[in-house]
């Protein structure tokens, strides 16, 4: 049987991808390619170029390969353009997450993990974030995760659908491999910002605004490795074919970093300059998103091992460095 993986293209989706196969677990891809790679997922599995609101093609997917579990990263996940355009928002994420989700209880498949975020609880009451704590969203990005996961919790009722969602925090560094990266176009995450101007293919990074209530007046952030979040998931299916019932997890470190103290990291472990400067505040930001990730560790038993900011920009640094111009340069 098979994981389907949407958005297998995608920064994340591709670790995803890596992952199921070093565990020898087959696998296989969905991507409309809108903003994934083609090069990012190995030639010798099954891909299929196409959109998850397209309810024909997704029904076809279904009939021909055996998947008995799916993995749904396919989605719009820009705040600031989500603030802009929050029409293209709910069609992409809420109508394809519905359209998937139709797909799934016509097919019989009831598992799913899902990528949720941290976009989902707005400006917290207090750090670290539980599962618990009010979600109340404050841009069009957190409204739609929201309202997938609660989509699922009503076909968890209506048709035994059972499904983990994820909620990310600050998701960080690349294989260390270095076979696959995040290369996004325009790229607007602070990581591969902040390498971009150590490459030097930007003058500098401006840090969106300086005036928050946080210790040096930039926001405070939780970030993830994408390889012990993508672990994560893998627990996540595991726990569901045994059975697991339907639950919301946080993904995180319980450590937090201000955009300045980002910057310093990444200029001690490139050696670079990275000039930076101060710009306005970005619509849609909270000032401070920490995770407790106790229930993940507890219940998927997840222990995440690449923890460390410098390891996590060094991994980051390691795919630049040698993919400056992403896919693109292959
Ligand atoms: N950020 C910044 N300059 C940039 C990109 C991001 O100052 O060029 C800040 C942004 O305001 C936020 C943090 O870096 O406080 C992380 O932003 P990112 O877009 O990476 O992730 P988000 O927290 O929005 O999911």
């Known amino acids: 049987m098979s994981v389907l ?17 070093d565990r ?4 296989v891809v969905v991507d409309n390619l809108q903003t994934g790679h083609r090069e990012a997922v190995p030639a010798n599995i099954p891909f ?9 093609f997704l029904k076809e997917v279904f009939a021909k ?12 996940s820009l705040v600031g353009v989500s603030m802009k355009e929050p029409l ?14 139709e797909t799934m209880v016509d097919a019989g498949v009831s ?32 409204e739609t995760k929201l309202a997938m996961e609660k989509m699922m919790k009503w076909c968890r009722e209506a048709h ?13 560094g690349a294989r260390p491999s270095g076979a696959i990266g995040e290369d996004h176009d325009p790229e607007t995450h602070l990581v ?17 605004g300086d005036d928050y209530d946080t210790k040096d007046g930039t926001c405070i952030r939780d970030y993830v490795h994408v390889e012990d979040l993508i672990d994560a998931h893998i627990r996540a299916l595991d726990y569901l074919k045994d059975g697991g019932v339907s639950d919301v997890f946080n993904l995180g470190s319980s450590t937090g970093f201000t955009v300045k103290e980002i910057i310093g990291a990444a200029r001690a472990v490139t050696g670079k300059e990275i000039p930076s400067k101060i710009g306005e505040r970005r619509p849609g930001d909270p000032t401070k998103l920490i995770a407790s990730p106790e229930k993940a560790k507890a219940v998927l038993g997840w222990n995440p091992k690449r923890t460390d900011i410098d390891t996590i920009i060094e991994d980051a640094w390691n795919w630049h460095h040698h993919h400056p111009d992403g896919y693109g340069g292959r």
Do not use: W
Request: charge should be negative; hydrophobic fraction near 40%; proline fraction near 6%.
């Open 192 to 208: 591969p910002i902040i390498l971009e101007t150590a490459l030097g293919k930007r003058k500098s990074i401006t840090i969106y």
């Open 160 to 172: 035994d659908l059972r499904y983990v969602s994820l909620r990310y925090f600050n998701v960080a």
């Open 48 to 56: 299929y170029e196409g959109d998850v609101r397209d309810r024909q």
């Open 88 to 101: 293209q928002y709910f069609d992409n994420n809420v109508y394809g997450t519905q359209v998937l989700l």
């Open 5 to 21: 993986a949407l958005g297998g293209a995608g920064y994340i989706g591709s670790h995803a991808v890596y992952q199921l196969l």
């Open 24 to 27: 020898e677990r087959e696998v």
């Open 111 to 142: 598992d799913i993990v899902f990528s949720s975020t941290a976009a989902v609880y707005g400006e917290p009451n207090q750090v670290p974030i539980k599962e618990c704590d009010p979600a109340m969203p404050q841009n069009p990005y957190g």
């Open 65 to 76: 390969e055996p998947i008995d579990q799916v993995m749904m990263f396919a989605a719009n």
